[in-house]
């Protein structure tokens, strides 16, 4: 059963859930099927492309911690600037995840 997030802290908490339990399907499933990820550095991952981006972390079972930056909301969708940084990696990445992160609320 896929759970959809009711506030931006509960989609990172079933992000990091997901993630940890190394399930791409519900991790995508939390997401509207058109969700963008922006970097740092200004590049776009929708669909496959962020799939095969995540799919290591999600192999690696990586833990996220979340820093949420900004929410901005629109009815049932928005759109969150967050930071994080993954316990296998030393690298902290800014995101901002839009275009379809549904968080009602």
Request: proline residues 3%; charged residues 20%.
């Amino acid at each position: 059963m896929i759970l959809k997030a009711t506030s931006p802290g509960e989609m990172c908490r079933l992000f990091q859930q997901h993630m940890h339990a190394g399930n791409l399907e519900l991790l995508f499933g939390l997401y509207d099927s058109e969700a963008v990820f922006l970097s740092e550095t200004g590049e776009t991952k929708t669909g496959e492309e962020l799939r095969r981006e995540l799919a290591p972390f999600a192999a690696a079972r990586a833990a996220f911690e979340f820093q949420i930056k900004q929410v901005i909301r629109a009815g049932d969708i928005a759109l969150m600037h967050t930071r994080w940084k993954n316990s296998n990696a030393a690298a902290t990445e800014n995101f901002v995840c839009g275009g379809g992160c549904t968080s009602p609320g």
